[in-house]
C-alpha cells in the first residue's frame, strides 16, 4: 500500500512562506500526477494545485495563482508545495494526493481523480 508522507506546516503570520513536502513511501511508486488539495473547518475540500511528472505541467486554483508554486523531484519521488503571500483564508489542513491510473475523462480538479492521500498537514494564518 502507497503511503504519501506529508511535512512543511505549521504556524505562519500573514504574508509569509511555507513549503510544504509531499514524499511516497515505495520508491518504484510512479504516478501520473500529484496534487494538493486544502479543507478549511466547516467547509469541503477543495483543490489547490496539481503537478504532472510528464512535461512538468502545472494547474492551480485562482484563488493560489501567482501566490503558490508546485514542484516535482523525481529522483526523490517527492512535490513540493512553495506557498507564499499567505493570507488568513489560506489557514486549512492540506493534503497531498497521487493519480496511480489514467482517467482522462476526470478533471484534474477532482478529488476522485486520484488514489492515494496523505494523512493532512495544518497551515494555519492568523489573522
Known amino acids: ?5 506529508e511535512s512543511g506546516g505549521g504556524l ?3 504574508g509569509g512562506s511555507l513549503r510544504l513536502s509531499c514524499a511516497t513511501s515505495e ?4 504516478s501520473v500526477g500529484m496534487a494538493w488539495f486544502r479543507q478549511a473547518p466547516g467547509k469541503e475540500r477543495e483543490f489547490v494545485a496539481r503537478f504532472r511528472w510528464s512535461g512538468g505541467i502545472t494547474l492551480y486554483a485562482d484563488s493560489v495563482k501567482g501566490r503558490f508554486t508546485i514542484s516535482g523531484d523525481n529522483a526523490k519521488n517527492t512535490v513540493y508545495l512553495q506557498m507564499n503571500s499567505l493570507k488568513p483564508k489560506d489557514t ?3 493534503y ?3 493519480q496511480a491510473q489514467q482517467r482522462p475523462s476526470v478533471s484534474d480538479t477532482r ?3 486520484y488514489d ?3 494523512q493532512g498537514t495544518q497551515v494555519a494564518v492568523p489573522s
Open 1 to 5: 500500500q502507497v503511503q504519501l508522507v
Open 116 to 118: 492515494y492521500w496523505g
Open 12 to 14: 505562519v503570520q500573514a
Open 27 to 30: 520508491r518504484t511508486f510512479s
Open 96 to 98: 497531498c494526493a497521487a
Open 92 to 94: 486549512a489542513v492540506y
Open 111 to 113: 478529488s476522485d481523480k
